[in-house]
């Protein structure tokens, strides 16, 4: 059974604190996605890696970045939490567009509910 | 700009309706893909399509190229369907990135 494991489900985190959100992907994909999500606005992108050591800027980077050592890990880190950065997180993997497997879809983490107080 | 328009935002359907989300897009998509998201946040992917019409159960996503339009049909719908539906496209120029619609909010009342 394919999976995208994040490390936390819920944490609370002072202001200031740097903040480490890990995502574990066990299917070999290239690609690999952090979205947070909040209320009224949909899912947004943060940053997303196409292979080790890649990574690209989404939507919404500032006040974050990203760590891609391995393949199968794709770390999402605040810096300097800030409670505008209280919000629900998604990992998120899959193969490149072009690729063959699994029908090109996507998998999704449980998420992780992050409260910057 | 590449987008993503879903339809409706809302909908509350009795148990056993025939249920249809839509979604429409702009030019260019590789693939669209069709996901549930349960409350506490976990999102599967139901579909991904790039042309005709794909059946899993209960549920059925067609795509329509010309038209740039995409349905997720529901039969029978219940209960358990409650869930938030979001399509979101992959853009041949956004190099594998999916831009998301606002989602639907379905509730099947018993």
């Known amino acids: 059974d394919v999976k995208v494991t994040q490390s936390s489900r819920y944490l609370v985190k002072r202001t200031g604190e740097k903040v480490f959100l890990e995502c574990v992907q066990d299917?070999?994909?290239?690609?690999m996605f952090w979205y947070r999500q909040d209320p009224g606005l949909g899912l947004r992108l943060i940053y997303f890696?196409?292979?080790?050591?890649?990574?690209e800027k989404g939507d919404i980077p500032e006040g974050y970045s990203v760590s891609r050592e391995k393949k199968e890990r794709f770390s999402l880190i605040l810096e300097s939490a800030s409670t505008n950065q209280t919000s629900m997180y998604l990992c998120?993997?899959?193969?490149?567009?072009?690729?063959?497997?699994?029908?090109?879809?996507?998998?999704f983490g449980e998420g992780s509910w992050l409260t910057v107080v | 700009k590449n987008e993503v328009e879903q339809s409706p935002q809302n909908l509350t359907a009795q148990e056993g309706e025939f249920i249809t989300i839509n979604c429409s897009y702009s030019v260019g998509i590789s693939a669209l893909h069709w996901l549930q998201q349960h409350p506490g946040g976990g999102i599967v992917s139901l579909f991904m399509l790039s042309s005709g019409k794909k059946k899993h159960g209960r549920l059925i996503a067609t795509i329509n190229i010309q038209e740039k339009h995409s349905s997720l049909h529901i039969t029978a719908s219940h209960p358990r369907d409650s869930a938030v539906y979001i399509c979101a496209a992959i853009y041949y120029n956004q190099g594998g990135k999916l831009i998301f619609g606002q989602g639907t909010e379905l509730s099947v009342k018993p």
């Open positions: 890696s196409y292979d080790v050591k890649m990574k």
């Open positions: 299917m070999d994909h290239e690609n």
């Open positions: 998120a993997s899959s193969f490149p567009v072009s690729g063959t497997s699994s029908g090109n879809t996507i998998y």
